[in-house]
């Protein structure tokens, strides 16, 4: 309810998710369950809306597993989710816990018959080598450079090279930018480095590397809406 209030009075588009994270925050239930059933919930989410308020979500994730690999309850939460990603068309964001997991999610996903313009791989600027992020790029899918102003890991200048790098590849059209703002000191209220950091200092590093105002329209505007084509409209919701 607070996201439909959010997007009736500033026209916000907020883009609601639904699926499961770690073991520890899935039910237990889902280890008695087919994954058929567990498929059932976010399909809801996704054709129906949430708990009858009629918001639909417009994305399966961010969904992950465990390092070194999954765990019985995420494995079978991954089979579910992709049950409905199948039915529903929807998109599929991940998260890698540790270590070039990236990979092994991707494979996953695709043997699953998600369509690679449905799978958006996540924190890529984490753990993974050129040859790593080539062969991600390969399969045809969207790279998520989506940790954008954390101190963690190998910082902006870093991160502004990776698109500059992944442009020389000519792959722009797979790469998409956020920031993964998700605790209340993220805020610049309380400190943090807010909302608007992507826009007032990142873009500009990535002015200076050479990326066009076209090239940066692209991640941030076209390949997102490609990337979420399966999101249901305003009126739909």
């Known amino acids: 309810e607070y996201a439909r209030r959010l997007t009736e009075e500033t026209w916000i588009n907020i883009i609601l998710s639904t699926g499961h994270y770690l073991e520890d925050f899935i039910d237990p239930a889902v280890l008695h369950?087919?994954?058929?059933?567990?498929?059932?919930?976010?399909?809801?989410?996704?054709?129906?809306?949430?708990?009858?308020?009629?918001?639909?979500?417009?994305?399966?994730?961010?969904?992950?597993?465990?390092?070194?690999?999954?765990?019985?309850?995420?494995?079978?939460?991954?089979?579910?989710?992709?049950?409905?990603?199948?039915?529903?068309?929807?998109?599929?964001?991940?998260?890698?816990?540790?270590?070039?997991?990236?990979?092994?999610?991707?494979?996953?996903?695709?043997?699953?018959?998600?369509?690679?313009e449905r799978i958006v791989i996540g924190h890529i600027e984490f753990y993974l080598s050129d040859p790593s992020l080539k062969k991600l790029l390969g399969m045809g899918l969207y790279l998520g450079l989506d940790m954008i102003g954390k101190k963690s890991g190998w910082g902006d200048e870093y991160r502004a090279d990776t698109v500059r790098k992944i442009k020389r590849w000519g792959c722009l059209d797979q790469l998409l930018l956020s920031m993964d703002l998700c605790r209340k000191d993220d805020l610049r209220s309380a400190g943090g480095y807010g909302y608007a950091y992507l826009f007032e200092s990142f873009i500009p590093m990535l002015e200076k590397r050479g990326i066009t105002g076209d090239e940066i329209d692209r991640m941030l505007r076209k390949n997102p809406e490609k990337a979420l084509a399966s999101v249901p409209s305003r009126t739909d919701a």
């Open 33 to 116: 369950q087919t994954p058929e059933a567990i498929a059932e919930g976010p399909i809801r989410d996704l054709t129906v809306g949430i708990d009858g308020s009629g918001m639909k979500v417009g994305i399966i994730g961010e969904i992950t597993w465990s390092y070194p690999g999954p765990r019985e309850k995420e494995l079978k939460s991954w089979e579910g989710m992709c049950i409905a990603a199948r039915r529903t068309g929807a998109t599929v964001s991940t998260h890698p816990s540790h270590g070039e997991q990236q990979i092994p999610q991707a494979e996953y996903l695709l043997l699953h018959g998600i369509a690679p």
